[in-house]
């Protein structure tokens, strides 16, 4: 049975620092992996999708790598801001479409 | 750019009562999904709905749940007889085929407040 395990479940930083969110899942038979924004009792917001013949997806100052073998993926936030205070929650697409999630990571950025 | 509709944006209903949430797929979309989240849990998935019928089903849809496409445009969720534990945030989504190319587009969901 796959399972989704994020690292940190929560991360404080002041403004302008550069983070590493961390993913990992136990099957590699996965299509995709999506790394979602959720603010608080709000919908989710897809950031970056990566193939699971990809390596890595890059959006503005956010860059997801994955390493299917060894079932893990980071998400690279740059320069975070205040803004980006957020639960930031990563999926992986099963064989049979579904979408597996993880808990998520809480961050939080400090002006 | 598209987005999945769904309504109401809060629901509160006594235990007991039937619920419907409401969603408005993507138009070009063929393949629709609910999810839900516990608060402070995961999201969790419930059902996936293809070409009128359920493609795949989890544990947690027993059958107090039930989906439907009455028309062209909604598809919904109906939950029978409400338990206090259904109290969560319900995501409808949609990808246009199975989601394994380009992903899913999720709705903003609907909370569910079972009083």
């Known amino acids: 049975k796959q399972e989704v395990t994020q690292i940190p479940a929560a991360l404080s930083v002041p403004e302008g620092e550069n983070l590493v969110l961390n993913c990992s899942f136990t099957d590699s038979a996965i299509y995709n992996l999506q790394w979602f924004r959720q603010d608080p009792g709000k919908g989710l917001t897809s950031l970056l999708l990566?193939?699971?013949?990809?390596r890595e997806q890059t959006s503005g100052r956010l860059n997801a790598s994955l390493d299917k073998s060894s079932g893990r993926s980071t998400l690279y936030i740059a320069a975070s801001q205040p803004g980006d205070s957020a639960t930031y929650l990563c999926a992986v697409m099963d064989s049979s479409y579904k979408l597996i999630f993880g808990s998520g990571t809480r961050l939080l950025v400090r002006p | 750019e598209p987005e999945v509709t769904q309504t109401p944006s809060h629901q509160v209903t006594q235990m007991g009562q039937e619920v419907i949430l409401r969603c408005v797929p993507i138009s070009n979309h063929l393949y629709f999904y609910w999810y839900r989240q516990i608060l402070g849990q995961k999201v969790e998935f419930l059902v996936s709905f293809y070409n009128n019928e359920i493609s795949e089903k989890s544990e947690i849809f027993d059958d107090q749940f039930s989906v439907e496409r009455p028309d062209g445009s909604n598809f919904t969720l109906k939950i029978r007889s409400t338990k206090l534990e259904d109290s969560a945030m319900y995501f409808c989504?949609?990808?246009?085929?199975?989601?394994?190319?380009?992903?899913?587009?999720f709705g903003s969901g609907t909370r569910l407040t079972v009083v």
């Open positions: 990566i193939q699971s013949s990809q």
């Open positions: 989504a949609s990808s246009e085929l199975t989601g394994a190319n380009y992903g899913y587009t």
